[in-house]
């Protein structure tokens, strides 16, 4: 089975927020962790706005770009290709999506991702709506799967 993760939850492992603890549990349970190339950039801008907002001191942050780091070494990384970019497109008008959300939706289903875990509900919604399980981090107990 193949769970594929989008930025918001990546990022609950990183910094400790609400969710973090299912974040955990949801990565940890996956048999297979899928995501797109731009997690990177993405979290990378998370955890910089985290610490201008002084959530992270800088050593927290250093910290968390090596977790990061080592966290994208366990994914199987989605390239953003012109085929993917066109899909996303279509995703973000079909469901009102925003861009990033829209590139994660199509790159889950890129490589047929069973799960895909996000704290985002638009891209959650989006997500079931194509037949996909969801795991929001952010709803008890993580997701649909323990329901």
Partial sequence: MITY???STLVKLLIEEEGSGSA????DTADALASVALITVE????LASAQ?????????????KMELS?????????LVTEELILDAAELAEQDAL?????IHLAAALSVDANLLTSADAG?????????????NPLEAGGGDEFR
């Fill in 123 to 135: 891209l959650c919604s989006a997500a079931q709506k194509r037949g996909l399980h969801i795991a």
């Fill in 43 to 46: 979290a990378r801008s998370a």
């Fill in 52 to 64: 201008r907002q002084e959530r992270l001191t800088e050593a927290q942050y250093e910290r968390a």
């Fill in 98 to 102: 925003r861009a990033y959300d829209a």
């Fill in 24 to 27: 955990a549990l949801i990565w």
């Fill in 5 to 7: 993760v989008d930025t």
């Fill in 70 to 78: 080592a966290l994208s070494d366990e994914l199987a990384i989605v």
